[in-house]
Structures are given as C-alpha cells and as structure tokens.
T-cell receptor, first 114, second 114 residues
Framework: AQSVAQPEDQVNVAEGNPLTVKCTYS??????LFWYVQYPNRGLQFLLK??????LVKGSYGFEAEFNKSQTSFHLKKPSALVSDSALYFC????????????FGTGTKLQVIP | GAGVSQSPSNKVTEKGKDVELRCDPI?????LYWYRQSLGQGLEFLIY????????KSGLPSDRFSAERTGGSVSTLTIQRTQQEDSAVYLC????????????FGQGTRLTVV
C-alpha cells in the first residue's frame, strides 16, 4: 500500500528566509509526486509535480521540490518566503501501477512571520 | 464544465437526517475521489472510483456513508442518520486515468450537522 508522510504539522519561518516543507513517501513502484496548496477558505490548488527526469521540479509561485529516490523524499522548498505563502500544504503520491490511486499526506501548515 | 463542480456549496442539516452531496467531475476524467476535511485539518480519504473498476471504499468511516458513481461521471456521496461529528468540508476531485496529470479539486461542500 502506498503512503505519504508529512512529519511536521506546522512550519514557522521568517519572511525572506528559505522554507522547506518535508514529505516522504512509500510506493511499490515508481511514483508520481505532487504538491498542493490550500489558502484559507479556498480549495486545493496544484503547485507542482514530479513525473520523471530532472529531480528538481519548479512550480507555481516560486516553489520547487526535489525528488530524492534513495531517501524516498519530495521536500517542498522556496528560497525566500513571503507572508502570502502562509497556507496549508499537502504532498501526494500516485503509484504508476496498480490502481493508480492518489494518496495525500495529512498536510503541513506553513506560517510565514513578517 | 471547466472544472469539478460540487453541490450544494453549503448544507445545514439536523442530526439524524440523511444528506446527499453531489460531484460533477471534469468531462472525460475516469478517476474520482471523495475526501473529508475538518476545519483547518488534513484530508481524510473516503472513497475512490476508477472507471468501471470496483471502488476503493476503504476510507469510509462507517456504514452510514456510501457513494455511487453513475455512468462513470456524476457521483453522489450519501450520509445517513447524520451525526455532529460528520460536520466537515467534503471535497471531490477527479483526474484522468493513466496519466501524469494532477487531480483537480472542487470547492467542496461544507456540511454542518446541528
């Protein structure tokens, strides 16, 4: 069975500092990996995805994520945090084989402090 | 339509009543997911439909919850004899099968059981 872990319920970072939101996954085969963001009182929005190729993926709003197969991780990063980045972030994985169900992590609340 | 549509957007019901929540996925998307999200919390997987395959019902919290998907398109999530702990935002998402495309979310139905 596939799974996703987001070990931090909340991450606090000062505005202008780099941010990292952690995600690790477990699948039986090769994964598709995704990050979504949910701003307060809004629906989930897609940020970026890893399918194949370059391990560093760039997405919306200046976010990027690095796929690390040996560590089964897909951490979300941004070089310089903005107050407007404060939101709930979800990591998700989809197994290429089998049922191809998308499994989401429990989410990490990012708080950017002015 | 252009996106995933959910109705109603808000539903207030009395404890013990049955409710039906509707999801219209993006046309052509064979995969459909239902999730539940309590206020500011993570995503709780409920059920997953993929084409004509048997649905993955492993996330349904009790036998009061059921879902169906007619004609491989519209889905209805039914909660019987609602309880106050059922109060949450119910999110629907759809995605194409077999692709590397992300899931697209609707805006959700906010259910309040009083």
């Amino acid at each position: 069975a596939q799974s996703v872990a987001q070990p931090e319920d909340q991450v606090n970072v000062a505005e202008g500092n780099p941010l990292t939101v952690k995600c690790t996954y477990s699948v039986s085969g090769n994964p598709y990996l995704f990050w979504y963001v949910q701003y307060p009182n809004r629906g989930l929005q897609f940020l970026l995805k890893y399918i194949t190729g370059d391990n560093l993926v760039k997405g919306s709003y200046g976010f990027e994520a690095e796929f690390n197969k040996s560590q089964t991780s897909f951490h979300l990063k941004k070089p310089s945090a903005l107050v407007s980045d404060s939101a709930l972030y979800f990591c998700a994985v989809r197994d290429l084989g089998g049922y191809q169900k998308v499994t989401f992590g429990t989410g990490t609340k990012l708080q950017v402090i002015p | 339509g252009a996106g995933v549509s959910q109705s109603p957007s808000n539903k207030v019901t009395e404890k013990g009543k049955d409710v039906e929540l509707r999801c219209d996925p993006i046309s052509g998307h064979t995969a459909l997911y239902w999730y539940r999200q309590s206020l500011g919390q993570g995503l709780e997987f409920l059920i997953y439909f993929q084409g004509n395959s048997a649905p993955d019902k492993s996330g349904l919290p009790s036998d009061r919850f059921s879902a169906e998907r007619t004609g491989g398109s519209v889905s209805t999530l039914t909660i019987q004899r609602t309880q106050q702990e059922d109060s949450a935002v119910y999110l629907c998402a759809s995605s194409p099968r077999g692709g590397n495309t992300e899931a697209f979310f609707g805006q959700g139905t906010r259910l309040t059981v009083v």
